[in-house]
């Protein structure tokens, strides 16, 4: 059977083709990361490994550059998700310490009274939690759960704005229950005494 021979220039648009795509997306992705970067650094104030990711995406893409090699496209692809994904990791877990924070802070109170999507807010929580271990179990594969690590951090940052709302309301029903207790408190004292000074009238009286 005869083999036919491919054709050079559909080979080459093919190429083309892919080349022009992964660029496309590539710069897509690298803006993308870039903007997670900042959004993260300006809003929490941290600093996390993401801009290493950059800095790699950078050399593959000067190496492209000078090789023209489609594979260097490819690598800075995966490092501009692996970047995103690096930047929201920080960003989930600043936010997880914060719910925690809050959840200590509250602990004597019922929040659902002040805070209706309270138990929602602490599912999502421990869902990202559970996105971040999942994540370091997947290694150096982290990078395809770009997308999903920046739905975690963005409800995450939801649930921490809303807590953060309710804290006035919430430190009103602390400072009720403390007035509660420390009336209870003071009336057990003086029932004490009451029962103190009785027994010493009772005993006045045989003397």
Do not use: W
């Not at 990711?53 to 995966?78: M, S, W």
């Amino acid at each position: 059977m005869a083999i036919t021979p491919a054709n050079p220039s559909k080979i080459q648009n093919d190429d083309s083709a892919e080349r022009d795509g992964l660029k496309a997306e590539t710069l897509d992705l690298f803006n993308k990361a870039e903007a997670a970067i900042k959004k993260i650094e300006h809003e929490e104030g941290l600093d996390f490994p993401s801009v290493n990711q950059l800095r790699y995406v950078g050399r593959h893409l000067i190496d492209f550059l000078n090789n023209n090699d489609v594979e260097e496209l490819r690598k800075a692809k995966r490092h501009c998700k692996r970047a995103i994904y690096d930047a929201n990791d920080i960003g989930i877990q600043f936010y997880i310490e914060d719910i925690d924070l809050f959840k200590d802070d509250y602990k004597d109170v019922v929040i659902q009274d002040v805070l209706t999507k309270y138990l929602d807010y602490l599912d999502d929580r421990d869902a990202a939690e559970d996105f971040l271990e999942h994540g370091r179990q997947a290694g150096d594969d982290r990078d395809a759960f770009y997308e999903a690590a920046g739905e975690h951090y963005e409800k995450l940052k939801i649930a921490a704005r809303d807590m953060e709302r309710c804290r006035e309301e919430l430190n009103k029903k602390t400072n009720s229950i403390i007035t509660s207790q420390k009336q209870v408190r003071m009336g057990t004292i003086l029932t004490i005494i009451g029962l103190g000074l009785s027994a010493i009238g009772l005993i006045s009286l045989f003397y």
